[in-house]
């Protein structure tokens, strides 16, 4: 839909309870200390290891944590039995009563690894526990080369990071090339610093609406990759999500929720996807430690994914891994194998 400055305000009553209120809710308890993170991605078509154009450092908002009463990601470190992870499109979700989810890694977690030889990295992802990816950029590669590797390693694609102005520049080039290696979700992975203020983000939901009409046109679907900026609140009482939701339609734009995001942003994740699930297309599992601010593998730092997993495997959203640490081919199989041991009791 499209939406003017002045019938924001108005926009708000289609958000139900609001963004604004779930962050409210986890005021409680300890203050979280300024978070700051620094992407770089690899360019839209260069190396891996290279600055991405969306390259940004954020200093987000101090929120109040709140006081968990549950136990959280506390599962046995029995051996667990191979998951076969399913794409969405039907087959294998359900087999002999056990829900198939995909288990993904971004592949912006390796970007330090293998920056000369992308298609060795794309090799070795299976190793490190996952059967799926999700592209921050072509790294140079034609999109022959990327169904040829894809072929070869059974790979799915399970989404791709396009920055917003590659996006509108380049619309034709990137839905070709996503729609010949089997990519249907283009993910805008965050807003450029213009667009977040009220205004802005009223606009930038113009847009996404926009372009995600444009790619439904082509069989392909758009979502939005938020961070910690949308859960900022203006004066009228609402959030940058808060607007986003409301400023678009669920047909024609969807959303990749970071849960690491959502977590430093005070508001509590499952709580957040509970309330938000009719417009949640996939995930974002980042893991974040309270005490230091620390980026490390799931299942070391604070967000409950004891709770966010069942969510997932119920809606069958797609997982996606995203690791910003050192180290990081030891912590995405960490990860992997803690999300192992959480599926495996759920399941």
Same mark, same amino acid.
């Given at each position: 839909?499209?939406?003017?400055?002045?019938?924001?305000?108005?926009?708000?009553?289609?958000?139900?309870?609001?963004?604004?209120?779930?962050?409210?809710?986890?005021?409680?308890?300890?203050? !979280?200390?300024? !978070?700051?993170?620094?992407?770089?991605?690899?360019?839209?078509?260069?190396?891996?290891?290279?600055?991405?154009?969306?390259?940004?450092?954020?200093?987000?908002?101090?929120?109040?944590?709140?006081?968990?009463?549950?136990?959280?990601?506390?599962?046995?470190?029995?051996?667990?039995?191979?998951?076969?992870?399913?794409?969405?499109?039907?087959?294998?979700?359900?087999?002999?009563?056990?829900?198939?989810?995909?288990?993904? !890694?971004?592949?912006?977690?390796?970007?330090?690894?293998?920056?000369?030889?992308?298609?060795?990295?794309?090799?070795?992802?299976?190793?490190?526990?996952?059967?799926?990816? =999700?592209?921050?950029?072509?790294?140079?590669?034609?999109?022959?080369?990327?169904?040829?590797?894809?072929?070869?390693?059974?790979?799915?694609?399970?989404?791709?990071?396009?920055? !917003?102005?590659?996006?509108?520049?380049?619309?034709?080039?990137?839905?070709?090339?996503?729609?010949?290696?089997?990519?249907?979700?283009?993910?805008?992975?965050?807003?450029?610093?213009?667009?977040?203020?009220?205004?802005?983000?009223?606009?930038?939901?113009?847009?996404?609406?926009?372009?995600?009409?444009?790619?439904?046109?082509?069989?392909?679907?758009?979502?939005?990759?938020?961070?910690?900026?949308?859960?900022?609140?203006?004066?009228?009482?609402?959030?940058?999500?808060?607007?986003?939701?409301?400023?678009?339609?669920?047909?024609?734009?969807?959303?990749?929720?970071?849960?690491?995001?959502?977590?430093?942003?005070?508001?509590?994740?499952?709580?957040?996807?509970? =309330?938000?699930?009719?417009?949640?297309?996939?995930?974002?599992?980042?893991?974040?430690?309270?005490?230091?601010?620390?980026?490390?593998?799931?299942?070391?730092?604070?967000?409950?994914?004891?709770?966010?997993?069942?969510?997932?495997?119920?809606?069958?959203?797609?997982?996606?891994?995203?690791?910003?640490?050192?180290?990081?081919?030891?912590?995405?199989?960490?990860?992997?194998?803690?999300?192992?041991?959480?599926?495996?009791?759920?399941?």
């Amino acid at each position: 839909m499209r939406a003017s400055l002045g019938s924001a305000r108005g926009l708000a009553g289609r958000v139900g309870p609001g963004v604004a209120r779930l962050v409210n809710r986890g005021r409680r308890g300890r203050r !979280l200390s300024q !978070l700051i993170l620094r992407r770089q991605l690899g360019r839209g078509s260069g190396d891996l290891g290279a600055t991405h154009p969306w390259t940004i450092t954020e200093e987000e908002p101090s929120r109040n944590r709140r006081r968990r009463s549950h136990q959280k990601n506390t599962v046995a470190p029995d051996r667990p039995r191979p998951i076969t992870n399913a794409l969405e499109d039907g087959a294998g979700l359900a087999q002999t009563g056990r829900v198939r989810t995909p288990l993904a !890694l971004q592949l912006h977690s390796l970007r330090e690894e293998d920056t000369a030889n992308p298609g060795g990295k794309l090799r070795r992802i299976r190793a490190l526990g996952y059967q799926a990816i =999700e592209l921050a950029g072509s790294y140079g590669m034609p999109a022959r080369e990327w169904k040829s590797i894809l072929e070869e390693t059974g790979l799915a694609v399970v989404g791709a990071h396009v920055p !917003l102005d590659a996006l509108t520049a380049r619309f034709d080039e990137e839905a070709d090339f996503h729609a010949a290696i089997g990519n249907r979700r283009i993910v805008v992975p965050t807003l450029p610093p213009e667009y977040r203020v009220l205004d802005g983000f009223v606009r930038a939901a113009e847009l996404l609406g926009r372009l995600g009409q444009r790619l439904a046109d082509r069989g392909l679907e758009l979502l939005y990759h938020n961070h910690g900026y949308e859960f900022h609140e203006f004066d009228d009482g609402r959030t940058g999500m808060d607007v986003l939701f409301g400023g678009t339609d669920a047909d024609r734009v969807g959303f990749e929720i970071d849960v690491g995001w959502v977590e430093t942003a005070g508001a509590d994740p499952a709580d957040f996807l509970r =309330e938000n699930a009719t417009r949640v297309r996939a995930l974002h599992l980042k893991e974040i430690r309270h005490r230091d601010g620390a980026l490390v593998p799931i299942g070391q730092g604070d967000v409950d994914f004891a709770a966010i997993i069942p969510l997932a495997l119920h809606r069958h959203w797609p997982m996606i891994v995203e690791y910003e640490g050192g180290a990081a081919s030891s912590a995405v199989k960490m990860s992997a194998d803690h999300l192992r041991h959480l599926m495996e009791a759920i399941t």
